[in-house]
């Protein structure tokens, strides 16, 4: 059995001290074979390619999250397109499968909505100027985030990351083609949504993802999370779809190459 781990964040600084030592656990462990290392910055997406390029079975998206912009807002327009071109250098790299994380919050960052909006189009363009799909953050935003994929259309589509376990997210998400990544939360005994969320999204369209070193699924939950504990994700869907733990870890496996453009 095969599992694709479709978001990690190995660039975190909670990976600074064992970063390498954890990557080759998690390798030697054996069923965790692809993962993606997400930027969510310049610096982190920078981290993101160069552990992608050291190694074989690691890949990596690069974006500016909504939730790091404050250092382009005293001129976003010129600081934005100076960082706009430095991300598109890096994204032109063989390893870099996507842009992202990319999108809205409005959870942590209420105050600026419209620079995070002016960002979140303006990295669509590049996605699909560089050909690669987006991997979306969003939370307490969702009607603003379908706006925009609706009104700037996303050639090569892309994946909600640790997507929010909401209903109407989910329906028009896949409306517009994208991918739906399960995270940690669906394994939560407080999480109310998580059977209804799952059983809405198709197994051709489901991906799983640990988000380490963050959100940690039960039964590891409060611990730092690594990319082993995605199996969790894959039996959760397994017991909701009432399907064997291989069919999801297969189906999410092919799924994930599909939308990275890695067959
Ligand atoms: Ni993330």
């Known amino acids: 059995m095969e599992l694709f781990d479709s978001h990690a964040h190995y660039n975190d600084e909670k990976f600074n001290e064992d970063k390498e030592e954890v990557l080759k ?15 969510y910055n310049l610096d982190s997406s920078r981290k993101a390619v160069e552990i992608a390029n050291t190694h074989d079975f690691v890949y990596a998206t690069c974006g500016i999250s909504p939730n790091d912009i404050s250092d382009l807002e005293e001129n976003i327009s010129q600081n934005l397109e100076l960082q706009l071109n430095q ?22 960052n209420k105050e600026n909505k419209e620079d995070q909006k002016i960002v979140f189009k ?6 699909n100027k560089l050909s690669l799909p987006i991997v979306i953050h969003t939370r307490e935003a969702i009607f603003d985030t379908l706006e925009i994929l609706k009104t700037n259309p ?12 909401n209903l109407d997210l989910i329906k028009e998400g896949l409306k517009l083609g994208f991918y739906i990544s399960f995270a940690g939360p669906i394994t939560f005994k407080n999480s109310k949504n998580a059977v209804d969320a799952i059983s809405a999204v198709p197994l051709d369209k489901i991906l799983i993802e640990t988000d380490s070193p963050y959100l940690a699924p039960e039964p590891k939950r409060g611990t730092r999370n690594n990319s082993a504990n995605v199996i969790y994700m894959a039996q959760k869907i397994a017991d909701v779809k009432n399907l064997k733990l291989e069919q999801v870890a297969n189906a999410t496996y092919q799924n994930a190459q599909t939308i990275f453009k890695l067959l």
């Open 25 to 39: 656990q998690v390798y030697n462990a054996g069923s965790v074979t692809k993962l993606v290392c997400a930027g």
């Open 122 to 127: 303006k990295q669509i363009e590049l996605a």
């Open 154 to 165: 996303v050639i090569n589509k892309g994946i909600f990351h640790c997507c929010p376990l």
């Open 87 to 108: 991300l598109e250098e890096l994204a032109k790299n063989k390893k870099v499968v996507a842009i992202g994380e990319i999108g809205l919050d409005y959870y942590w």
